[in-house]
Structures are given as structure tokens and as C-alpha cells.
């Protein structure tokens, strides 16, 4: 709740080892320096980080920042986009492009690899979702539906149906095998910036359809998709029923959410936090984190805990 400390470091030259010297401006102190990370504390405030060197950089696959990046399952292949405008397939070990995705108009906002690795979903400002082979970089499939840019997608599990969210407030499901919308799962109207599908513990009540799912439908019973909403507001819906199941109100725009379980899910919000909720009583929150007022733009679980990323 207090303003932010800004300070500087500056590198002042070399030790004889090969490590450098550094310097940091007041109110801050440098901490042990290796070839890898710098230790940075704030005494005043009792704080302290260490950051790290990355493990490896790929500097030629895009020209400017990178808007979003998934990994293949088995962890060979790469794909991402950029306001460069280019949406690129990557060797994971090493950088090295190997196919150019085109056929958006105007920019790409997401990307992702179907469970094979082998196939690739992306969304853009022209309302399009498509499907890529990744092994000739053909687009295979164009859902039109949605009347604003795509901000998120999500897979149901193998991948027969899958799920999108735009600017235009809408969350569809889509059926991969025919190419068709299958039906709007919500109609916020406001902005939908993410969205994540996952299993519904099961002492949740789903709600139920108001007609039969069409056959076309594959996995989508006993699943619940967050909505995280520009209105500062975190909806569950359930995937088969259309129903509410809650709806959780924010401290300013949701840009992303994610499950850690059946049970509990992460939302971020614009003006940084980070809500730890529990689906089966949101009404108030298991943890709030707040490590800085920069946007939460991502949030991936990782073993225990899971990782965020901010837009500082």
C-alpha cells in the first residue's frame, strides 16, 4: 500500500575472477554477486530479491516483444507471437526457427499446442481462430464467429473441442471436426481476457443444460470454465450446463486465471494482485497476493506453487 522504491545498479567494471562490480544507487545494497545472479536488498523496507541470469536466450526468433508462448507436451517445440506480427514454431533446445505461421490479419494475440504437440491453436484481432499443423505450417481449420479479437483459448481435454474468449464478451465452444461454433458458454458483456478450463470438484453444483448437449460435445461434462473479465470480475460457468456457478468481484480487471486443482484456482488482476480462490466458496479469498501494483499478465501452476508473470 505505499508507493514503490525506484533505484538503479551500475556496473562499476570487472573483478579478476570475471565477475562484475556493481553498485547500487541509495537505499539500496548489493548482496553477493556471482557469474549467475545479484542479491539486491532494501534494508529500509526489509526486503531482498536475487535475480537471475537466464539459462539460455533466443535473440533471432522474434524482433519485438513477445505477446504469448506455449511448449509442446514432450518439450521439443515451441510456438510463439509477437508485435512484430509473426507467429513462429521453434526447436526448444535451441532456438532454431522451423515454420512461419501466416494467415491472421492484423496482430496475434494467442497461441497454444494441442495435447499431440503436433497441432497449434491461435487467436487474433481479426476475430479468427485457427488451427496450424505444425509439421507444414498449414492452416487447417478457421472458426469465425466472434464480432472482436480473441484474447484467449483454451483445449478441452484431447483436443476434439475447444474454447475461446474475445473483446466482444463472448466465451465459445467450438467443435475442431466440423469447424463449427457449438454454442456461446457466456455472454458477459464485457471483455473476456482469459479464460482456463478445468474439473469441477465434486461436490459443485454444475447446474444443468437447458437442452440436451449435441453429440458433437466431446468432454465437456463435470467441466467448469473461468471467465476473467475486464469488469473486475472472475466468473465459473459450467462448460456442458451454460449455468453460473460464481462470480467473484476484483480489485480491477482480471487479465488471467488458471486451476491448481479441482478445488482452487489463481485470478490476476491489472492493478497487481494475485487471488487464491477456492470454487467451492468464493466469497472470500484464501490468500490475496500482492508483490508489486504491476498488471499479472500470466499465471502457470509449477509443482507446489506456481508462476506469475507481471509487466514490470
Known sequence: GKPTLYGSLTRRGLSTEGVPDI??????????????????SCPHENVSTKFLAPYTTFCRIHQKSITCLD???GGGLGVSTSTDGTMKIWQAANGEIRRLLEGHVYDVNC????PSGLVV????????????????????VTFKGHKGGILD???VERGRNVLSCSRDGTARLWDCGKSACLGVIADCGSPINGIAVGTADNSLNLGTPEKAPSEREIGTEGKILLLAREDKKLQGVGLQSRQPVFLFVGSDAFNCCTFLSSTYILAGTQDGNIYHLDVRNTNTPVQVIHRSGAPVLSLLPYRDGFIASQGN
Open 23 to 40: 553498485a547500487a544507487s541509495e537505499g539500496f545494497v548489493v548482496g553477493e554477486v556471482t557469474k549467475k545472479s545479484i542479491l539486491i
Open 71 to 73: 511448449i509442446s507436451s
Open 111 to 114: 497461441c497454444r499446442f494441442f
Open 121 to 140: 491453436l491461435s487467436g487474433g484481432m481479426d476475430a479468427q481462430l485457427k488451427i496450424w499443423s505444425a509439421e507444414d505450417a498449414s492452416c487447417v
Open 153 to 155: 483459448t483454451a483445449i
